[in-house]
């Protein structure tokens, strides 16, 4: 509701709302266009985002973090993003899911093998994330849910922290170019 804005009471009545219905237009997006990039919660978007992003928009990168006082912020954002001459605002966010499993070998992962440990547990992930794509001329908007990204590896304690950083990584960057090919549709 911070990018949207919530309607004044006063509007929501049945006909505007059939009014809104009909007239109703879900924006697209086009190479080259003129885009506001936020992460929601983040001071600026992921790298791996704004990289994917720029190679098909041009990108102004804005804080996703809510003005403390709400009141016309969503109208605000629109007016400062029309100013620059942006005619779209993109706001996204994610979910990152893990689980872990334990191999079977986990309880003989002590057998000494030199140079390498043997890896006693597969780490999956999978990210889900999410857009909202708004018109500044119109206020349109539509939500993008491209489909999630999973993937897996197979860890020891000892390389844990590593395996699954990298894995985060490579899902984001696959998240993300799957959210960049939602907007181009």
């Known amino acids: 509701m911070d990018i949207l804005g919530s309607a004044p009471r006063e509007d929501t009545t049945g006909a505007n709302i059939a009014k809104a219905l009909d007239s109703a237009v879900a924006p ?3 190479r080259g266009d003129k885009v506001i990039l936020m992460q929601s919660g983040a001071p ?36 400062r993003a029309a100013q620059g001459g942006y005619r779209f605002i993109v706001c996204y966010w994610g979910v990152l899911e893990s689980a872990q499993k334990d191999r079977e ?20 992930m999978r990210i889900r994330l999410k857009a909202l794509l708004v018109d500044v001329g ?15 590896g197979y860890n020891s304690s000892w390389s844990r922290e590593t395996t699954d950083q990298g894995l985060v990584s490579s899902l984001k960057e696959s998240g993300y170019k799957s959210l960049v090919a939602e907007l181009l549709k």
């Open 105 to 124: 070998g986990k309880t003989v992962s002590w057998l000494p093998i030199l140079g390498t440990f043997v890896p006693d547990q597969k780490q999956e």
């Open 138 to 152: 119109s206020g349109g908007w539509k939500m993008l849910t491209p489909e999630a990204r999973s993937d897996s």
């Open 28 to 30: 697209k997006l086009k």
């Open 44 to 79: 600026v978007p992921d790298n791996a985002m704004l990289e994917e992003a720029t190679r098909y928009f041009n990108v102004a990168p804005f804080s996703g973090i809510p003005p403390a006082e709400k009141s016309g912020g969503a109208d605000s954002l629109r007016l």
